[in-house]
């Protein structure tokens, strides 16, 4: 996508509808226009227009939608000059031009256990996922191990909560490395605090790679893994260390 032109590939044209600021260094884009064709847990190319000429790839968090619905989770990188942009500059009207998607991420039709593993913005595609698999007649049972290294950095505790409580097949488990907050404030933090989400009894503590791995062998599961190149390959190492078979891992 770096330097991609548009007379290069097919776009479609969605328009910003909603910027919701949840954190310092992370937003979640809505926005809706032309129907885009992917699959969940895949992603899209990105070009915005604070720089046309840079393009990214971000995961939906929503399955399709034919009313041309997207949902982007963007958290602003160090030197990621394009990622902060999108999180502290983006208004309401703004027009995104979106390109093709790739990726084989996703659920295999028969499987009964999926384990899913998400790291930070990692999340996305596996909630559009797990938003894909209620259409399903019989969803597998689903185990989402979400991380991040302190509290706050769970930034969607409030949906997952709400998504935990609705769905009998799903299973949150919330990991942290550290169990307490660090002391410097995140203003966007504060005015989100409140809404109904997982508390410190909820959390259990240590990365996810050491967490997903001290269940055991996932041997007759489906395992699925996203998030930053660190935490997936570690977290992979652990699983494939701790008996679960490598052919069963899909990292995205």
């Given at each position: 996508?770096?330097?991609v032109?548009?007379?290069?590939?097919?776009?479609w044209?969605?328009?910003?509808?909603q910027?919701h600021r949840?954190?310092?260094?992370?937003?979640?884009?809505?926005l809706?226009?032309e129907?885009?064709?992917?699959?969940a847990?895949?992603?899209v190319g990105?070009?915005?227009p604070?720089?046309?000429?840079v393009g990214?790839?971000y995961?939906?968090?929503?399955?399709p939608?034919?009313?041309?619905?997207?949902?982007?989770?963007v958290?602003a990188?160090?030197?990621?000059?394009?990622?902060r942009a999108?999180v502290?500059d983006?208004?309401?009207?703004d027009?995104?031009q979106i390109?093709?998607?790739?990726?084989r991420?996703?659920?295999?039709?028969?499987?009964r256990?999926?384990?899913?593993?998400?790291?930070?913005?990692?999340?996305?595609p596996?909630?559009?996922?797990?938003?894909?698999?209620?259409?399903?007649p019989?969803?597998?049972?689903?185990?989402?191990?979400?991380?991040g290294?302190?509290?706050?950095?769970l930034?969607?505790?409030?949906?997952?909560?709400?998504?935990?409580?609705q769905?009998?097949?799903?299973t949150?488990?919330?990991?942290?490395?550290?169990?307490?907050d660090?002391?410097?404030?995140?203003?966007?933090?504060?005015?989100?605090?409140g809404?109904?989400?997982?508390?410190d009894?909820h959390f259990?503590q240590?990365?996810?790679?050491?967490?997903?791995?001290?269940?055991?062998?996932?041997?007759?599961?489906?395992?699925?893994?996203?998030?930053?190149?660190?935490?997936?390959?570690?977290?992979v190492?652990?699983?494939?260390?701790?008996g679960?078979?490598a052919?069963?891992?899909?990292v995205?």
């Amino acid at each position: 996508m770096h330097g991609v032109k548009e007379q290069e590939l097919d776009l479609w044209t969605a328009t910003v509808v909603q910027h919701h600021r949840l954190r310092e260094d992370l937003a979640v884009v809505r926005l809706e226009g032309e129907f885009v064709p992917f699959a969940a847990g895949q992603s899209v190319g990105v070009i915005v227009p604070q720089n046309p000429n840079v393009g990214r790839r971000y995961s939906p968090a929503l399955p399709p939608s034919l009313d041309g619905k997207l949902e982007f989770h963007v958290r602003a990188v160090p030197a990621g000059w394009l990622s902060r942009a999108i999180v502290t500059d983006t208004v309401v009207g703004d027009e995104w031009q979106i390109a093709p998607a790739s990726g084989r991420l996703a659920v295999d039709r028969d499987a009964r256990e999926v384990i899913m593993v998400a790291g930070g913005t990692g999340l996305a595609p596996l909630r559009a996922i797990i938003l894909d698999l209620t259409r399903r007649p019989n969803p597998p049972q689903v185990f989402l191990f979400v991380g991040g290294r302190h509290p706050r950095d769970l930034y969607a505790s409030d949906m997952l909560w709400l998504l935990d409580e609705q769905l009998d097949w799903l299973t949150v488990i919330p990991v942290v490395e550290e169990i307490h907050d660090p002391a410097w404030p995140d203003e966007w933090y504060e005015r989100v605090r409140g809404a109904p989400a997982y508390g410190d009894d909820h959390f259990i503590q240590g990365t996810l790679a050491e967490v997903v791995s001290s269940y055991g062998a996932y041997v007759d599961h489906q395992v699925l893994v996203v998030g930053s190149p660190g935490m997936v390959r570690s977290t992979v190492r652990a699983l494939v260390d701790s008996g679960t078979p490598a052919g069963s891992i899909q990292v995205g």
